[in-house]
């Protein structure tokens, strides 16, 4: 095919363009007459001459625009489209100088041309108006300046998209109840089919997209965890400087994206540099610019659009908590006003940048792979729920994307194949603050001794200051498996002193919390201590969280036993695999053993693992933060992710752990190479 290969778009016509230009043109003129009464410093002395100045704008638009967005196509990225707003005004300010009977200053410069949009957007809703072709035709044109340098290639390419924390069995119930109406097509005409896979201990995304984007997530133990070699310091998945610290520690330059790949909208780059909103790349300026933005400044009223369903999106949210706290929707928790601008700005801002940029990249066809996530789902579910109504819509709009960009590979030059998968799921539940009365934090210092003096002793991370205080190594063993020859008999025995909890400033000890996974780390020690040690420094502590019933165990490491899975009634040996008492694990999955078994070989593992309770007949856990849908650690839909792959694909074997999952992507990624049309 010839470099400015242009196929027909389906649907166009001179007829819909015209019909298509009337109606944004007269949603203009409405839009720009709706926002005049409001004395915001727009004022118009009749509607002709507002339909002068409509029509002028839009001239001045259609001429214009091209030039601007080349010239001014950083500004418009550092300023995250802002900067469209600024230039839809100007045109608006410099015919104040000209046209009689119309001025325009202050707010109105920049909220004229939101109401114009926003206006479009509801006409075209009611109407029905399918805007995609003219978008396909425009952005069709940008591809082909853009593919002049770079010949397309004759193999497949593949998009992956990702819909951050949908389990399995969600996605297969929001199919059924035709909340995502593309992918049950895809599924109804065979061309796809689901398979479920399985997380990593923890489940989560900083965990999962390790995996998938570099095979490797080695010593990834759960959101936040903490390096006591590092002068205790506190490593967060959500963290700019962490994250880049954390790439360069699990890459080896063969990630998933590394030969001729693009990272939209993920934590981890996938060893690609061709990046947008990208965390682990964040702090490089120079990587924001990427050309495929220009497909969402493709025209002037585009970032307005997205700025309108922004806007939409917060009165849905606002109408949400309304709704939750008159109908008494439990479990239920405080939705402040960051959530609220969290989740405009996830399932929306970031769902549209994500979806246009791709739909360039497609039809560019440079890109043999592409990653993007969508966050949409994951961070109302968190608030919401996993099964209420907003998560399911959000779903609805994520699906909706999807059919945007599979229409798109029709007008590209170059094929793709479509794989659809999570990075984990998540599991409803009331928080352990709500089930217990106080959080998971004061419970457990409530556990803790208040005299702490033998500790700041030893608080020092320097080995030598322990060596008065522990037993030698060669000789503990012994003294320890004497004095402790029972576990069992020991915790189910011991009665627990109440001593009264000191403040957490003065606490030398570090608590974090990761869905229903919790990590409690003595910080007093530069390594992690023995069960043995625990249990006799801090008497208390594991008692009274193996006794608590919205804890289902913990894990700890024994001089003697190795690591030791304990639960209130029962231990579970997972050297030797011997159970004493009741099965700790017997509701957490078959794979239970090895996911703990892994991260308990982990450098950063902690002291103790918390795990909650998981009640197999409701789905339920108890997340130790403050979230309704949590995910992390064991126990249900949460860690029983999906992916929707082509029919063609072989799977023979379960997916177990993000990094069988690289496998199985890279072994395809290859297979595509050998296609060619």
């Known amino acids: 095919m010839p470099e400015d290969y242009q196929p027909e778009i389906e649907n166009f016509s001179y007829k819909n363009l015209f019909i298509r230009t009337m109606v944004v043109w007269i949603g203009n003129i409405i839009g720009f007459l709706i926002i005049a009464p409001f004395k915001l410093g727009l004022t118009v002395d009749s509607i002709t001459t507002a339909i002068i100045v409509v029509t002028i704008v839009g001239i001045a638009n259609a001429i214009l625009w091209p030039i601007i967005t080349r010239v001014f196509m950083p500004f418009f990225i550092y300023t995250f489209g802002a900067a469209s707003l600024i230039f839809n005004g100007l045109f608006f300010w410099i015919l104040n100088f000209f046209v009689p009977g119309f001025t325009i200053d202050g707010p109105a410069i920049f909220l004229t041309p939101l109401c114009m949009a926003g206006v479009n957007t509801l006409i075209s809703g009611i ?57 049950k097509s895809w599924i109804e005409i065979g061309s796809h089919h689901i398979t479920e896979w399985e997380t990593d201990l923890s489940s989560q995304t900083g965990a999962s997209q390790a995996g998938i984007l570099h095979g490797n997530n080695k010593d990834i133990v759960a959101y936040r965890w903490v390096e006591k070699e590092n002068n205790n310091k506190i490593m967060t998945c959500g963290s700019f400087s962490d994250i880049n610290c954390l790439e360069k520690r699990i890459s080896n330059g063969d990630g998933l994206l590394s030969k001729n790949g693009g990272s939209r909208c993920n934590l981890f780059s996938g060893d690609t540099d061709n990046v947008i909103f990208t965390l682990s790349k964040a702090l490089n300026l120079q990587k924001m610019y990427n050309k495929a933005w220009v497909s969402v400044f493709a025209n002037p009223n585009s970032f307005a659009r997205i700025c309108i369903l922004f806007i939409e999106e917060l009165v849905l949210e606002i109408y949400s908590q309304i709704k939750h706290y008159i109908k008494n929707i439990r479990p239920r928790i405080r939705r402040g006003p960051i959530y609220t601008l969290t989740r405009a700005g996830t399932n929306v801002f970031l769902r549209e940048v994500n979806t246009q940029s791709i739909i360039l990249d497609i039809m560019v066809g440079k890109l043999d792979t592409i990653y993007a996530t969508y966050l949409g789902y994951d961070e109302i579910a968190h608030h919401s729920g996993t099964r209420d109504e907003d998560s399911f819509k959000a779903l609805k709009k994520i699906d909706k994307q999807f059919s945007r960009i599979n229409d798109s590979i029709k007008y590209s030059e170059r094929k793709y194949d479509i794989v659809i998968q999570s990075d984990h799921g998540q599991c409803n539940g009331a928080t352990f603050k709500q089930r217990y009365g106080v959080s998971f934090e004061k419970f457990v210092r409530s556990l803790l001794p208040e005299d702490m003096t033998i500790y700041s002793i030893m608080g020092s991370n320097d080995k030598n200051d322990l060596k008065d205080v522990f037993i030698p190594l060669n000789k503990q063993k012994t003294y320890l498996e004497n004095m402790y020859n029972d576990s069992l008999e020991y915790i189910e025995k011991y009665s627990p002193v109440h001593y009264k909890f000191k403040k957490p400033e003065n606490s030398e000890v570090i608590i974090l919390g990761s869905g229903n996974l919790a990590l409690i780390y003595l910080t007093q020690w530069p390594r992690r201590l023995y069960y043995e040690e625990i249990v006799e420094f801090f008497p208390n502590l594991i008692p009274g969280l193996i006794k608590n019933k919205y804890i289902g165990f ?87 992710p999906f992916i929707m792959h082509p029919s063609t694909w072989q799977i023979e074997n379960d997916i177990i752990g993000a990094e069988n999952l690289y496998k199985l992507l890279k072994r395809e990624i290859k297979n595509l190479e050998k296609y060619e049309y």
């Open 127 to 183: 109407v029905t108006i399918d805007d995609n072709s003219s978008y396909y035709r425009a952005v069709t044109r940008d591809a082909i300046k853009l593919r002049r340098k770079n010949p397309v290639k004759k193999s497949k390419g593949m998009i992956i998209l990702e819909i951050d924390g949908l389990s399995c069995e969600i996605l297969k119930e929001a199919i059924d109840k035709n909340y995502m109406p593309t992918l």
């Open 554 to 640: 913990i894990l700890v490491n024994s001089t003697i036993k190795g690591p030791m899975v304990i639960g209130e009634g029962g231990i579970y040996y997972l050297n030797s695999g011997e159970v004493k008492g009741e099965n700790p694990l017997k509701v957490y999955g078959k794979h239970a053993e090895y996911h703990l078994k892994r991260t308990n070989s982990f450098k950063h593992c902690p002291d103790i693992l918390v795990n909650s309770f998981y009640n197999p007949e409701t789905e339920e856990v108890c997340a130790f933060e403050e979230l309704v849908g949590s995910h992390g650690g064991m126990g249900g839909p949460q860690t029983k």
